[in-house]
């Protein structure tokens, strides 16, 4: 089983940036996808969920209309459009895949800095 985060990166305050996770090694379209993050010294906390067909999504409050979760079941791949970014959403952002188990990427960091 792989989970493999990219996208990550430096970007000024309002700007946006596309993670991707590409998965593989289990059934992808059976499993919700979710992306979590963690800032230093906070604990993780999920920001984006996405049921297995994409029919259903939530959001943490704190990035309601700035950040949009999708995924391509024929690509393995789900994906995070983050826009508007701010310096508080600065942290390692890891994608989880869950059902009857639970996976993890190994995290990309997103740094908002001017």
């Known amino acids: 089983v792989q989970l493999v985060e990219s996208g990550g990166g430096l970007v000024q305050p309002g700007g946006s940036l596309r993670l991707s996770c590409a998965a593989s090694?289990?059934?992808?379209?059976?499993?919700?996808m979710n992306w979590y993050r963690q800032a230093p010294g906070k604990e993780r906390e999920l920001v984006a969920s996405?049921?297995?067909?994409?029919?259903?999504?939530y959001y943490a409050d704190s990035v309601k209309g700035r950040f949009f979760i999708s995924r391509d079941n024929d690509k393995n791949t789900v994906y995070l459009q983050m826009n508007s970014l701010k310096p508080e959403d600065t942290a390692v952002y890891y994608c989880?895949?869950?059902?009857?188990?639970?996976?993890w990427g190994q995290g990309t960091q997103v740094t908002v800095s001017s």
């Open positions: 996405i049921t297995s067909v994409g029919t259903s999504t």
């Open positions: 090694g289990f059934t992808f379209n059976r499993y919700t």
């Open positions: 989880n895949a869950r059902s009857f188990s639970s996976f």
